[in-house]
């Protein structure tokens, strides 16, 4: 989890609109028109895939592990952390807003 506050964290500060998925295989870069635009930001667990959306002032984000049974998401907008079923047929969330709109109706723990 703390992997997951620190990622959010650096891409808050690091671009002004985000959006992307995330897997062991595609890991988080520098967008491009940044310095070091293709730089690795962080890597992700193995089998741990990732949502996050942020803006200059938000953001939302929904990981799992690919061979768990639940998912995590969380943003700026709350102190608490929401989990959902995951696996067997359940995709990982695709958050599109920056705020827990999406997932509020998630057991929150």
């Known amino acids: 989890m703390k992997k997951l506050v620190l990622f ?11 959006a992307a998925d995330y897997t062991t295989a595609t890991p988080p870069k520098v967008p491009t028109g940044l310095p070091d635009a293709g730089k690795v ?5 193995n089998n741990v895939e990732m949502n996050v959306v942020s803006s200059h002032d938000r953001y939302s984000a929904v990981t799992a592990h690919i061979n768990g049974s639940k998912q995590y998401a969380t943003g700026t ?6 989990n959902s079923a995951y696996g067997d047929g359940t995709a990982l969330l695709n958050i599109t807003a920056s705020d827990t709109s999406q997932y509020a109706s998630w057991t929150a723990l």
Do not use: G, M
């Open 8 to 18: 959010v964290v650096l891409v808050l500060f690091a671009v002004p609109v985000f």
């Open 41 to 45: 930001l962080s890597t992700l667990s």
């Open 77 to 82: 907008d709350s102190t608490k952390i929401y």
